[in-house]
């Protein structure tokens, strides 16, 4: 924003003049939900809450009859509804003149003749939400920010109708283009999730439910111990890492749980170094490969046991850090086709009877041991599982970057085109 007149720092071409600073009161009206937990049934009125703010729908519902008793303002096509308790400052715009009620979570802003998309994402500006902010109630728990105080926020706009219409108008595309994105995205996860229930045996069976065209005969089980050999892995914890420099690379339990895909190139992801070279020295022997798998031994969920499968090392010296079961197969197997199955339901069921522990759930390289491995007998069609997988993951990854791509270019324009 200008130092010396309320305007923002990019606008549309045409629209010139000063903004004009409105409480929320003055452009809309504005009110709370019922403060009364309802009494759900299996249908009839939608009944939204803070948690529902995103998408705006709920498997939530009321009564016709107790919404026709408790609900004599309720949401309608251009409100605006904002969160209030818990959440606060989230707000989102109502697209259909279906009936819903909202619980005391949420504020309804009425619409009146201002955009509700340039409301929504004035709301979301850094400028708006400074305010919401300073007049939230951060000592409640949950923090919460009253309904008297949500009138007085103050919101600031255009002279022009014309040129609010205009900016509500460019964010609901750019929303509509991270939806997209999102969906597909969405959409892409959960057939992931499902061919890795349905492309590889169930435990006790050799012959997966979906399979590639060509392919036939059973599958082979092997014990874990034929299948691999271990390899030393150190217990260096983050201190003793960094992303400057050095000699050797460590993989860190940690990243394999949040960061890490089943397969883990390399060559394009960055890896931090072991601080010491002298200790980075000692472990040279055990330097990965290519097709080695790196195991997470320990975390607080049924997490345990998730693994990534190296390719593309190029050299590079990398070895198997803190909380970790490092394996190199003694089997021929395709690249990236162990990395899939090892993180499928019918490997991993395997383990869930093994984990120790409570709060944090561990497994050991002994009972690690006594799990069976399952695979093709055909390279070919081992080949082929990972290939699907990998262009499944790229397609995810692709869509992902663009939700954050997008998602960067909004936060942008809410800084610049809001005052």
């Known amino acids: 924003m200008s130092a010396d007149k309320k305007v923002p720092d990019i606008r549309f071409k045409g629209f010139s003049g000063e903004w004009a600073s409105f409480n929320l009161s003055q452009i809309t009206e504005v009110y709370d939900g019922t403060h009364q937990t309802p009494a759900y049934t299996k249908n009839g009125i939608m009944f939204l809450s803070a948690e529902n703010i995103k998408t705006l729908t709920s498997t939530k519902f009321i009564s016709e009859e107790a919404f026709k008793n408790e609900f004599k303002i309720f949401p309608k096509k251009n409100d605006v ?27 309804l802003l009425k619409y009146k003749q201002l955009s509700p998309y340039f409301l929504k994402n004035s709301i ?34 255009p002279s022009d109708k014309k040129e609010s219409d205009g900016i509500g108008f460019f964010f609901q595309k750019l929303d509509n283009l991270i939806n997209q994105h999102q969906q597909k995205y969405d959409k892409l996860s959960n057939i992931k999730k499902a061919m890795l229930e349905k492309m590889f045996p169930k435990p006790g069976e050799t012959v997966p439910e979906i399979r590639f065209k060509g392919f036939s005969g059973a599958w082979k089980i092997e014990p874990f111990g034929v299948c691999f050999a271990n390899i030393p892995n150190n217990s260096l914890s983050r201190a003793n890492l960094n992303y400057e420099n050095g000699i ?16 883990l190139d390399a060559t394009n992801e960055i890896l931090p170094f072991i601080t010491n070279d002298d200790i980075a020295n000692k472990l040279k022997h055990a330097t990965l490969r290519d097709g080695d798998v790196i195991i997470a031994d320990a975390a607080e969920d049924s997490m345990v046991g998730k693994c990534t499968e190296l390719f593309n090392i190029n050299g590079q010296s990398i070895v198997s850090g803190l909380h970790t079961i490092a394996v190199r197969p003694t089997l021929s197997f395709a690249s990236k086709y162990l990395g899939y199955y090892l993180n499928s339901s019918s490997y991993h069921d395997q383990l869930l009877s093994l984990m120790q522990g409570t709060k944090v759930l561990s497994i ?10 399952t695979f093709p007998k055909s390279s070919e069609e081992q080949t082929a599982i990972g290939n699907y997988f990998q262009k499944l993951d790229t397609l995810i990854e692709q869509h992902q970057q663009q939700i954050t791509k997008l998602n960067n270019i909004k936060q942008a324009c809410l800084s610049k085109m809001f005052i």
């Open 81 to 107: 509804l904002m969160t209030r308790i818990g959440d606060v400052g989230t707000a989102n715009v109502v697209e259909n003149d279906d009936d819903k009620a909202y619980y005391v979570t949420l504020a």
């Open 124 to 157: 979301a500006s850094p400028y708006v939400q400074k305010n919401i902010w300073l007049r939230t109630l951060h000592i409640a728990f949950p923090k919460k920010i009253n309904i008297n105080e949500i009138k007085q926020i103050a919101v600031s706009c």
């Open 248 to 263: 050797t690379k460590n993989i860190h339990y940690g990243d394999i749980l949040i960061k890490f895909g089943e397969i």
């Open 364 to 373: 050991s390289k002994a009972t690690i041991q006594t799990t069976n491995v």
